[in-house]
T-cell receptor
């Protein structure tokens, strides 16, 4: 079945770049998403990439997609303490574009001052 | 503009008790979702409602029922709570033209003893 895998924890120093990686199994997914969850809050959409793109840049965020390897990454440049949160990778369930998403386990990003 | 509002925020139940989690959105969206979040497992879809009057099962529907009361409200009911239902529950909604852009409530933390 569909599955999304992420590493569970990443620690970086303030000012460094962070790279969070994700692998997925459903090659028919139309969109792939990155969500951010701050402590005690719901998830917020950070960015997304359409499956026919290789890269998307949005200010400090860069998303890279390797469809052949089914690998997605999120790079945060100049990481700040306010970026400390859990980051979830998600794919749309099947080829339809709905809110039925398959989420990874989440990567906890710790930013040390 | 509150977005997605969930009640209660915290609840402790004994095994076998029943309760209903309430969700309301003021974004005038058609679709609404219930997800559960468990440590190390990401979010999993319990039920969803594509429009008023329709509901469908997600990945983990067993032990739950839902009601789409009207366009604004989507409730999740546990008829006979079990310890395995200890989790954080999130309600979400999405706009039709950006279906993977889920707007989440702040969550309801449920503990079943």
């Amino acid at each position: 079945g569909e599955d999304v895998e992420q590493s569970l924890f990443l620690s970086v120093r303030e000012g460094d770049s962070s790279v969070i990686n994700c692998t997925y199994t459903d090659s028919s997914s139309t969109y792939l998403y990155w969500y951010k969850q701050e402590p005690g809050a719901g998830l917020q959409l950070l960015t997304y990439i359409f499956s026919n793109m290789d890269m998307k840049q949005d200010q400090r965020l860069t998303v890279l997609l390797n469809k052949k390897d089914k690998h997605l990454s999120l790079r945060i440049a100049d990481t700040q303490t306010g970026d400390s949160a859990i980051y979830f990778c998600a794919e749309s369930s099947g080829s339809s574009n709905t809110g039925k998403l398959i989420f990874g386990q989440g990567t906890t990003l710790q930013v040390k001052p | 503009n509150a977005g997605v509002t969930q009640t209660p925020k915290f609840q402790v139940l004994k095994t076998g008790q029943s309760m209903t989690l309430q969700c309301a959105q003021d974004m005038n969206h058609n679709s609404m979702y219930w997800y559960r979040q468990d440590p190390g497992m990401g979010l999993r879809l319990i039920y969803y409602s594509a429009s008023e009057g329709t509901t469908d099962k997600g990945e983990v529907p067993n032990g739950y029922n839902v009601s789409r009361l009207n366009k604004r409200e989507f409730s999740l009911r546990l008829e006979s709570a079990a310890p395995s239902q200890t989790s954080v529950y999130f309600c979400a909604t999405n706009p039709p033209n950006r279906a993977g852009e889920l707007f989440f409530g702040e969550g309801s933390r449920l503990t079943v003893l």
